[in-house]
């Protein structure tokens, strides 16, 4: 009888401890620290050229974003802008804050307390809306 008991105990206890299970491979909040490198934008492939608004042309040719388990961010794109003849290679970095909602697939990036950006982000993959333009990074 006392077996029977331990073993039903054990029958119930499984599905718990299953449920418990970190799993570092899934979208869970312990996979997504880490470098995500810009793959395209506007669904084209690095290097891209994206309206500036001055009559310069700027292109995007490298970029990355690395999450930090610290629930802190950097940013950095590398273009290169073209005036006339005069062409110049320039590195934007940015760093702040991140907020994680896992339930939504979402991420908020914060620059400063009044200026903030959503993105999205799960399996290795986050979709930046910046400017009307869509940064999509892989991990």
Do not use: H, W
């Amino acid at each position: 009888m006392k077996l029977r008991r331990i073993l039903a105990l054990v029958a119930l206890a499984l599905p718990l401890l299953a449920a418990c299970n970190d799993d570092s491979t899934g979208s869970g909040e312990a996979s997504i620290p880490g470098t995500y490198t810009l793959r395209t934008v506007q669904g084209k492939k690095l290097p891209v050229t994206v309206p500036s608004g001055t009559g310069a042309d700027v292109t995007i040719t490298s970029g990355a974003t690395t999450l930090q388990p610290n629930e802190t961010y950097t940013l950095q794109l590398t273009f290169r802008t073209t005036e006339g003849t005069v062409v110049k290679t320039e590195t934007y970095t940015e760093q702040g804050t991140y907020i994680l909602n896992l339930d939504y697939d979402r991420i908020t990036f914060v620059r400063s307390p009044s200026d903030s950006y959503p993105a999205s982000i799960g399996d290795g993959k986050m979709v930046v809306d910046e400017e009307g333009l869509a940064f999509v990074y892989r991990k």
